[in-house]
């Protein structure tokens, strides 16, 4: 299994600031991954895959990077609406999720 | 626009069966262009993927190998939905289960249902 691994747990940040959020796979997977916002009490949202390619609606100061195991999410001047959890999931060897980055106001 | 929508028991004794049903809007369930999948989010933690489907590829339903054993995702044309059995809950299963989709013929799921939540226990 392809055990994918988040970091910060928790983001502490103000509005206006940049938030970089990591994920590293155990072994290469590629660009096969994609992150997720989920706010509280809703679905999970795609906002990339294929690593760096954004999802429809999603607003350009999201941007994502990386490749083989180095993944990451960032956001470059946060809106009050992306305090959330961010995901991140691998698809080259069926599907796994890391555990997960709440970015939270500080 | 695909549209799905989740539904089933929201209570399953352990030891029980919990079986879900997910209904597609908006697309066909027989069509190549979608694969189909069922996560899951036990209460406060991350999400897991349970199974998933797909008219794209032949060999599937594929599984989660941890849940394998007790897990089946299959489909009802008739109806363009697709339904999840889970064999012998225990506690453990307790989460929110999603139905989502993936419409641009990949792997990531760009479509999700709303979540239902299912509770084992006695």
């Known amino acids: 299994e392809v055990v994918m691994t988040q970091s910060p747990a928790t983001l502490s940040l103000s509005p206006g600031e940049r938030a970089t959020l990591s994920c590293r796979a155990s072994q290469s997977v590629n660009r096969d991954v994609a992150w997720y916002q989920q706010r509280p009490g809703q679905a999970p949202r795609l906002l990339f895959y294929?690593?760096?390619t954004r999802a429809s609606g999603i607003p350009a100061r999201f941007s994502g990077s990386g490749s083989g195991t180095e993944f990451t999410l960032t956001i470059s001047s946060l809106q009050s609406e992306d305090f959330a959890v961010y995901y991140c999931q691998q698809y080259t060897y069926w599907h796994t999720f890391g555990q997960g980055t709440k970015l939270e106001v500080k | 626009q695909l549209h799905l929508q989740e539904s089933g028991p929201g209570l399953v004794k352990p030891s029980e069966t919990l079986s879900l049903t997910c209904r597609v809007s908006g697309g066909s369930i027989t069509s190549s262009n979608y694969y189909w999948g069922w996560i899951r989010q036990p209460p406060g933690k991350g999400l897991e993927w349970i199974g998933s489907?797909?008219?794209?590829?032949?060999?599937?339903?594929y599984y989660n190998p941890s849940l394998k054993s007790r897990a089946t995702v299959s489909e009802d044309t008739s109806k363009n939905q697709f339904s999840l059995k889970l064999t012998s809950v225990t506690a453990a299963d307790t989460a929110v289960y999603y139905c989502?989709?993936?419409?641009?013929?990949?792997?990531?799921?760009?479509?999700w249902g709303q979540g239902t939540l299912v509770t084992a226990s006695s």
């Open positions: 489907t797909t008219m794209s590829y032949s060999g599937g339903p």
């Open positions: 989502a989709a993936s419409s641009r013929g990949g792997w990531e799921f760009d479509y």
């Open positions: 294929g690593a760096s």
